[in-house]
């Protein structure tokens, strides 16, 4: 099972995933600051991964504290700095709240019991996305029917979770109970998520795939043939808008047009109860050398300009139903996510 976040005797190890598929490269942090960049520039990325590597970063940030007074400032400033490193992303913030209510539990106790605490909390945190992930595939597959062919967008596997994956743990347990026969990658412009990070992953499996430009998915969901779209989210609001990568709003309008069941798939984490609707969940924009050189490589005429939200918001009515760990959430979502959250 591919895991992108782990601990080790004081340091946190991540997959940059920047150089994949080309290099598999571990870094090796030891200060928050540095898993904060690497959240920044999508070394480490996906929602769960995210809200995975900023609970370590806290343990970090109090590791070596030299006393009760270094340790409070050091764990507050790592919150804050953190919290400002992706905005979209709510398990970030889900994160760093449970990590601060471990925090305030710990008053009182010997500075050198804390570190040690907080790290118990961060590894519960991570084994509760891997197990909870592993329901969440049994859900999904269990809605599939036999020969199924998917389409998804982004990277939803191993790589973006704890380690096993929101709607790629669909694909990845729907292939295993043998209902599976083709998953559809979107190459997710401008970073190719899809083909970089989904291809990989699905390949060392040995989970049949295909690759698409994200400009295809119209002219393959019409031709017929495919039986879902599964895509992950990065925030859910109250009532079921759902904000994710770019690309995904133009999917769930396709996938109405021609009757397909349009499927997001994320853990409860996603869930910002504090967020009424779409129009409310921050976006963020992004450097536009990502889509005027992608990946380096320039494609575009020097001096041109360009426009790179990381995200959209589909909203409630074209989601089909939402996949979780709790179970399937069907309209209206004003009443199935409070019942859920409950």
């Not at 904060?36 to 806290?58: C, F, H, M, N, Q």
């Not at 129009?279 to 990502?290: G, K, L, Q, T």
Request: aromatic share 6%; charged share 20%; with cysteine.
């Amino acid at each position: 099972m591919i895991q992108p976040v782990s601990w080790l005797e004081g340091t946190l190890e991540l997959l940059d995933q920047t150089l994949l598929p080309q290099r598999e490269l571990w870094l090796t942090l030891t200060r928050w600051e540095e898993v904060a960049e690497a959240i920044r520039r999508l070394a480490v990325r996906g929602a769960p991964a995210i809200g995975i590597a900023a609970a370590y970063a806290l343990v970090l940030a109090v590791w070596t504290a030299e006393g009760e007074e270094d340790a409070g400032r050091k764990f507050a400033e790592a919150a804050t700095g953190l919290a400002e490193a992706r905005p979209t992303a709510v398990n970030l913030f889900w994160a760093i709240r449970r990590m601060e209510r471990e925090w305030s539990a710990q008053a009182g106790q010997p500075l050198d019991t804390i570190p040690n605490a907080l790290l118990a909390e961060a590894r519960r945190i991570h084994a509760e996305d891997i197990e909870g992930n592993k329901r969440i595939g049994g859900h999904g597959s269990d809605l599939l029917p036999m020969g199924s062919s998917i389409l998804t967008i982004c990277n939803t596997g191993g790589l973006a979770t704890g380690g096993y994956g929101t709607a790629l743990g669909v694909v990845r347990a729907a292939w295993s109970a043998g209902r599976l026969e083709m998953a559809y990658l979107c190459e997710t412009r401008p970073l190719l998520q899809g083909s970089r990070l989904n291809a990989w992953e699905l390949m060392k499996e040995g989970i049949p795939f295909r690759i698409l430009v994200d400009g295809a998915a119209g002219a393959l969901l019409a031709r017929g043939g495919v039986h879902a779209v599964l895509v992950g989210a990065d925030r859910i609001a109250g009532n079921g808008d759902t904000a994710n990568k770019i690309g995904t709003y133009t999917l769930g309008c396709v996938a109405a047009r021609h009757e397909v069941p349009f499927y997001v798939v994320a853990p409860v984490s996603t869930i910002d109860r504090e967020i009424e609707g779409g129009a409310d969940i921050p976006i963020e924009e992004r450097a536009h050398e990502e889509v005027l050189a992608p990946l380096g490589r320039p494609a575009a005429p020097e001096g041109s300009e360009a426009w790179n939200p990381a995200f959209d918001v589909t909203p409630a009515e074209l989601i089909s139903a939402i996949i979780t760990e709790r179970g399937v959430l069907r309209p209206p979502y004003e009443r199935s996510i409070p019942a859920a959250l409950a």
